[in-house]
Each structure stands twice: as structure tokens, then as C-alpha cells.
Nanobody
Framework: QVQLVESGGGLVQAGDSLTLSCAASGGTFSLYTMAWFRQAPGKEREFVSG????????TYADSVKGRFAISRDNAKNTVYLIMNSLKPEDTAVYYCAASKRTLILRTTQSYDYWGQGTQVTVSS
């Protein structure tokens, strides 16, 4: 059983940057594909970014491409989401997720473990 704990959320202004962290425990972190999802009020949870177990592959939603960057440190069992040029539409609860699959998939059903989320609010 893998436990995921997100941190780093907060209230920022449009154009600011924020870095989210997700610390994993209880499993072999380096074997999991990791991803970030987000869920805004009244909307479905959506894929933001994913990274393969070896960091060799990353992928992003079109809405964040060029502004967000995902990385992982397998020695620290941690995955990061660096968010730049934040917009009000980035406001959401951000969730970290882990998958046993080697492909970076974009559906919530493809992920086996989830964190409880961290709130990101971007004011205009």
C-alpha cells in the first residue's frame, strides 16, 4: 500500500509560481508512474502531468504545457510539480497519483493510489 502526501499549495496571484511536492511511502516509489491531477469546483478531475518511473518520459495537458514542469527524485520518494505563470483558471485541488502501469495514462481509473490533495488558488 502506497501513501501519498501532497504539500506546497496556497494562495498566489496571477503570474506567480508555486511548487507542489508529493511524498510517497509504503512502497517502491521508483517502480511507479506518477502523475498530477486537479479538480476545480463543479468540474471533473483532470490530468495535468505525468512522469515515468525512470523520469525518461513526461507528458502534460495542453492547458499547462510550457508553464508547468514535473520531476521526481526517486532517492527522496518525491515527485514535484513546478507551476509557473499561474492563471486564475489553474485554481483547483491538486492531487498526486501513482500507477503500477508503465504507460503515462490520463484517466483517473489508471491510477492505483491517490493523495488527499492540496489547494491551489490563483487570484486575478
Amino acid at each position: 500500500q502506497v501513501q501519498l502526501v501532497e504539500s506546497g499549495g496556497g494562495l498566489v496571484q496571477a503570474g506567480d509560481s508555486l511548487t507542489l511536492s508529493c511524498a510517497a511511502s509504503g512502497g517502491t516509489f521508483s517502480l511507479y508512474t506518477m502523475a498530477w491531477f486537479r479538480q476545480a469546483p463543479g468540474k471533473e478531475r483532470e490530468f495535468v502531468s505525468g512522469i515515468s518511473y525512470s523520469s525518461g518520459r513526461t507528458t502534460y495537458a495542453d492547458s499547462v504545457k510550457g508553464r508547468f514542469a514535473i520531476s521526481r527524485d526517486n532517492a527522496k520518494n518525491t515527485v514535484y510539480l513546478i507551476m509557473n505563470s499561474l492563471k486564475p483558471e489553474d485554481t483547483a485541488v491538486y492531487y498526486c497519483a501513482a500507477s503500477k502501469r508503465t504507460l503515462i495514462l490520463r484517466t483517473t481509473q489508471s491510477y492505483d493510489y491517490w493523495g488527499q490533495g492540496t489547494q491551489v488558488t490563483v487570484s486575478s
